[in-house]
């Protein structure tokens, strides 16, 4: 899978939006964009996914540029429950072949000022 | 429903022993993963099931390190004359594998403290 690039942390305060950056220059055309979070002594949980145009589920959306070699995760109003590593993997399931486990790099440390 | 679910939660033993930790995963996922995350790193993949097809093995560390899946569903991962270096949170997570854009569903992980 193609690498991605996340800042190591982030800080945001309590009931404000957050904009979580990922660039992924290298992404192939059948690389699809996943994010999921790591809540303290928890394992991974899915957040969101996108190919091309923008997503929104109950937990995020998500933007996609244009020339998708980067993307941005907005939750909309954070809380101190989404104090959380955020990361943000590519998977090229198609061409993946049997090789379907995500990759994870090492995220983005958000933290939530209350 | 019911989640992926792990056992034990927390595992320590004596450097040289076998341990085995057990994962549960969503009813009617064929598709299974192990991962291990050491302490300040990132997740690395060990092992994954899908149906009845060959394991992918490409993920362990070592033959010391060995999982089965019974019966398409509980997996067992397994660890032979444990060292320090195996101290790790062990993650199972359970896919439907419907598609690329599948979700992997995690257990809460198994922590093990190598004496």
């Known amino acids: 899978d193609a690498k991605t690039t996340q800042p190591n942390s982030m800080e945001s305060n309590e009931e404000e939006p957050v904009h979580l950056p990922c660039n992924h220059s290298?992404?192939?055309?059948?690389?699809?964009i996943h994010w999921y979070r790591q809540l303290p002594s928890q394992g991974p949980e899915y957040v969101i996914h996108g190919l091309t145009s923008n997503v929104n589920n109950r937990m995020a959306s998500l933007a996609i540029a244009e020339d998708r070699k980067s993307s941005t995760l907005i939750l909309h109003r954070a809380t101190l429950r989404d104090a959380a590593v955020y990361y943000c993997i590519l998977r090229d399931v198609i061409n993946a072949g049997s090789a379907r486990q995500l990759t994870f790099g090492s995220g983005t440390q958000l933290t939530v000022l209350p | 429903g019911a989640g992926v679910s792990q056992s034990p939660s927390n595992k320590v033993t004596e450097k040289g022993k076998d341990v085995e930790l057990r994962c549960d995963p969503i009813?009617?996922?064929?598709?299974l993963y192990w991962y291990r995350q050491s302490l300040g790193q990132g997740l690395e993949f060990l092992i994954y099931?899908?149906?009845?097809?060959?394991?992918?093995k490409s993920g362990l560390p070592s033959d010391r390190f060995s999982a089965e899946r019974t019966g398409g569903s509980v997996s067992t991962l397994t660890i032979q004359r444990t060292q320090q270096e195996d101290s790790a949170v062990y993650l199972c997570?359970?896919?439907?594998?419907?598609?690329?854009?599948?979700?992997?569903?995690f257990g809460p992980g198994t922590r093990l403290l190598v004496l």
């Open positions: 009813s009617g996922h064929t598709a």
């Open positions: 099931f899908q149906g009845n097809s060959a394991p992918d």
């Open positions: 997570a359970s896919s439907s594998n419907r598609g690329p854009w599948e979700t992997q569903y």
């Open positions: 290298t992404i192939s055309g059948t690389d699809y």
